[in-house]
Every structure is written in structure tokens, then in C-alpha cells.
């Protein structure tokens, strides 16, 4: 009962924290955007960071600041289904753990930032600063089609969600036990995160709001994989036991079927309101209902042992 005590204490810390610095940032978030796309910062040291922290090796434009967290991800996915040979499958079992932990992470908070642009629909930055019109605060609804919403939103921002995607090995240091090596590597990772999302508000892609909260929803999301959902710190110490039949893996892909479910749902009832077509009801009513029969399977399965 304490432990529950303190960690609803925390999460409420941590949601007054947000809600402080979102307050701050409100009313003068747009002037971030405005000054930055008056500045000429070609060809200085800003203007070099910027563009490696924005690009990536997939896009043609070599090794880039995104490609950190791939390199971690495509590991994983390699280790992964490597673990379950097996004539190494005991052998590998720690590292299937964790590779399956970071394929989780990596798969739910890339859905999750996916449906916040989906669901919120704000206009990018750089196209607001041309337009004032088009300007929405955040966590409203912004006037992008559903089309370019899916596909450049800019509440959350998604380069920022990948880079805070390393603090998942900040936790993997907690079991050490040294509150130096623990302190350092969160500090690392989610200065790594700042670093990513400052790029992106010089660039004039995001506001400030949607790099800090891309930093508030990927932690949170990270805990609560963590802690809560695997339970990694009771399988490290033999509490529990190691999952061998793939329900990281199964897990992860239910909750991208269910974050599509429910976020279709809250697009289907906005636009009822906007341009209403006979469909968007039911998708409403049965997006939840077969969201809820699939998050109970989720339950059992990391309910396993």
C-alpha cells in the first residue's frame, strides 16, 4: 500500500510538473516559431547540428541523429527471434528480455505518437508562420485533413519520441544499484532528447510543446513497460520468471491494434461534427468495445507467470 502511496505521488509530480511548463509555454510558443524562421543560420555550427539531428541514413541523407535509436531497434530485432534457438534459448534468455522490452517501447511509442498527430490534427510550424490562422494551441484540435494529420502532425513531435527512446537503457542501469551511473544516464538520454527536440523547433518543424510532451509521454511510457506491464525489475532478480514464448512480442503488436481502435474512435466522433458520414457512429461504439476485449487478452498474457 505505501509503495502504491508513493508512486501516485510521483505521477502526480510529474503531471503537475507538465502542466506547470505547459501553462508557461502556451501563450508564447509561436513566437519560438516566428523567431527561428527569421533567422539565417546557414552554414553555422547551430545549422550543422540541426541538420544531423533532423535527418536520417533512410532517407538517402546519411548517418543522422534518428539513426541512434534505429541502430538499438534493428538489434533488437535481430536478437530477438535469435533468443528462441534453442540450443541457446536458456542461454539467451536475458537477452531476449530485454531486446523484447525494447521492441515494445520502440513499437508502442511510434503508434502512440502516430495517433496523437491523427487524433490532433496541428499544423506544422513553419506553415503557421506564413498563416496565423492555422495556428492551434495545444491539446486542441488543429485544421489539418485526417490525410496530412497521419502524416505530418505536429503535436506529438516523432523525431523527439525516437531519440528519448535510449533512456530505455537508463532503467537497465537502475538494478546496479549506483546512484551515479544512474544519475548520469538519465541525464545523457534525455539530454539527448532536448538536443533532438531543440533541433526540431530551430528547424521551425515543432513547437516547443510538442518536443516536451513527445519527452512526458515517451518517459511515462517507458515506466510503465518497465514497471508495470513486463515487470523487468522482478524478472532481473528471479522474482518471476523470463518470458520464452514470444508475449513481448504479442503483447506489443495487441496494444498497436488497440491504440488504433480507440484513437479511431475519438477521430470518428470528431468528425461527426464536422462532416458526418453514416460509418463514423459505429466506429465510435465498437472501436472501445473490441479495444476492451483485447487489452484483457494483454493482461493475461503478461500475466503468463
Not at 499544423?123 to 496530412?148: A, E, H, N
Not at 535510449?166 to 544512474?182: E, G, N, S, V
Amino acid at each position: 500500500m505505501e509503495k502504491k502511496k508513493r508512486n501516485l505521488l510521483l505521477l502526480t509530480l510529474y503531471l503537475v510538473f507538465s502542466i506547470i511548463i505547459s501553462i508557461i509555454l502556451a501563450p508564447i510558443e509561436i513566437n519560438f516559431s516566428i523567431y527561428w524562421s527569421e533567422q539565417n543560420i546557414s552554414g553555422s555550427f547551430l545549422d550543422k547540428i540541426t541538420f544531423f539531428m533532423n535527418r536520417t541514413m533512410f532517407d538517402g541523407d546519411g548517418f543522422g541523429g534518428q539513426d541512434v535509436s534505429y541502430i538499438f531497434i534493428i538489434i533488437s530485432l535481430i536478437v530477438y527471434p535469435i533468443s528462441f534457438i534453442k540450443p541457446i534459448k536458456e542461454y539467451m534468455k536475458t537477452m531476449r528480455m530485454y531486446s523484447g522490452f525494447l521492441i515494445a517501447v520502440g513499437l508502442s511509442t511510434t503508434i502512440i505518437g502516430r495517433a496523437f498527430k491523427a487524433i490532433f490534427a496541428r499544423v506544422r510550424p513553419y506553415q503557421v508562420v506564413g498563416d496565423l490562422s492555422l495556428y492551434s494551441p495545444m491539446w486542441t484540435f488543429g485544421k489539418y485533413s485526417l490525410d496530412d494529420a497521419i502524416s505530418k502532425g505536429s503535436f506529438i513531435s516523432g523525431h523527439t519520441l525516437i531519440a528519448i527512446y535510449l533512456i530505455t537503457f537508463a532503467f537497465f542501469i537502475t538494478k546496479t544499484h549506483k546512484p551515479w551511473k544512474i544519475v548520469i544516464s538519465f541525464l545523457i538520454s534525455i539530454a539527448w532528447a532536448i538536443l533532438m527536440g531543440f533541433s526540431r523547433v530551430v528547424a521551425v518543424k515543432h513547437y516547443p510543446s510538442d518536443v516536451f510532451w513527445s519527452m512526458i509521454i515517451g518517459i511515462a511510457m517507458v515506466s510503465w513497460l518497465y514497471f508495470t506491464v513486463f515487470k523487468i525489475p522482478k524478472r532481473e532478480s528471479g522474482e518471476l520468471e523470463i518470458y520464452g514464448k514470444g508475449e513481448e512480442f504479442l503483447w506489443s503488436l495487441i496494444f498497436v491494434v488497440v491504440t488504433i481502435l480507440f484513437s479511431s474512435s475519438i477521430i470518428a466522433v470528431r468528425y461527426m461534427f464536422i462532416n458526418f458520414i453514416w460509418y463514423q457512429p459505429l466506429l465510435a461504439v465498437i472501436g472501445p468495445l473490441i479495444g476492451y476485449i483485447l487489452i484483457m487478452g494483454m493482461n493475461r498474457i503478461t500475466k503468463v507467470n
